[in-house]
């Protein structure tokens, strides 16, 4: 290009800088524009197992016939540090009629509540023309959109006791528990049992019913509830099983159901217990004290036998005719003999327990 051309174009360039910048009639006239579009409006989802970021594709278009420089920004109405947006590009060049693609991202922190919605503006302005500055065009478009945040369900179930239940038959019990919202919006919690038809096919039941629902509040927890099983009323054999709670989100059918058991053991009908029957559940050492004491009585009622038999069989000392004394002396009588010494009697017992000697105690 000649010098000459150079400063005919610099001229013209000049001339056109003044006609925009003087005569604001002008630029329509000359067809100068932009245009902004998004495709939709973004929704977060903040569940802490996932929380992606979410992208939006936006359009931006030079409506004029004029070659154009465009830039694009962004703007919350209101902020929220939790919350943040990113700008795949930030200007085009962009010849007349001609249109480019970005992606605006959002990304937010987990556990965001559902309730939270932020206005925000994506503009995009003319900041050039043909090359020539031109900040007081004052050209621009504006996308208004609104994020929100989407709802998930997240539940906890405790037990208020998961130890062991050991019962009789036709017996009932009362299994306490605690609902947990850790979701983000208000949630009607729902617990059931799990594995009914199982309970149920091996004559369990539940007399009030088996399930329960309450509201529970973000991050909160529900007031103790309970469930009242009832056993059995006909068991021949001890019965053990499991009795599965199972707690569920309704703001959220996709949201995993939350599982926890306890231990419910029944015994067998005392009736049905025959003598004996137990004895496998004894131990080594209740075995020989029980045997030590049936031994000990039954030696003791031995001895008694042998002892009786023996005094019936040697007999007491008979009785000596003895002379009474209170009868008074006739007189001139002669005196009475005296009595004859009695010989001292032999010992009754001697010999009594010879007979001990013919048992053999080893055969008791």
């Known amino acids: 290009m000649t010098r000459s051309s150079r400063a005919v174009l610099a001229v013209g360039l000049l001339l056109l800088s003044l006609l925009l910048a003087a005569a604001p009639g002008a630029q329509a006239q000359l067809g100068i524009g932009v245009q902004i579009d998004c495709d939709e409006d973004p929704e977060l989802n903040v569940r802490p197992s996932e929380n992606d970021d979410v992208k939006i594709t936006c359009t931006v278009k030079n409506t004029g016939q ?48 559902a309730d939270l919605s932020l206005d925000f503006d994506i503009t995009a302005s003319i900041t050039s023309v043909m090359v020539l500055p031109v900040d007081q065009l004052n050209q621009s478009a504006v996308y208004s959109g609104e994020l929100t945040v989407a709802t998930f369900g997240m539940v906890d179930l405790t037990l208020t006791d998961r130890s062991t239940r050991n019962l009789e038959v036709s017996e009932e019990v009362s299994i306490g528990f605690t609902m947990g919202n850790d979701g983000n919006a208000e949630d009607k919690i729902e617990v059931n049992i799990a594995n009914l038809a199982e309970l149920e096919s091996a004559g369990f ?54 599982q926890s058991s306890v231990t419910v053991v029944v015994k067998a009908a005392a009736s049905n217990a025959a003598l004996g029957g137990g004895l496998e559940e004894l131990s080594q050492d209740q075995i020989q004290l029980y045997a030590a004491i049936g031994g000990g009585v039954v030696v003791f009622f031995l001895m008694i036998l042998v002892i009786g038999r023996l005094v019936r069989r040697s007999g007491g000392p008979e009785l000596e005719d003895v002379t009474d004394i209170d009868e008074p002396t006739m007189p001139g009588a002669m005196p009475a003999a005296a009595p004859v010494a009695m010989a001292a009697p032999a010992d009754e017992f001697d010999g009594m327990f010879d007979e001990l000697d013919e048992f053999d105690f080893d055969d008791l």
């Open 66 to 113: 004029l070659e154009s420089t465009v830039s694009v920004d962004y703007e919350w109405q209101e902020e929220d540090p939790r919350v943040d947006m990113s700008l795949s590009e930030d200007e085009f060049t962009l010849a007349a009629g001609a249109e480019e693609d970005f992606e605006a991202t959002f990304s937010g922190s987990p556990r965001i509540e």
């Open 205 to 258: 039941s539940f007399p009030e019913g088996s399930f329960v629902a309450e509201t529970v509040m973000v991050e909160g927890t529900s007031a103790e509830r309970t469930l009242v099983l009832r056993t059995p009323s006909d068991v021949t054999d001890e019965v053990r099983v499991q009795v599965v709670f199972e707690a569920t989100s309704t703001n959220d059918a996709t949201a995993e159901p939350m």
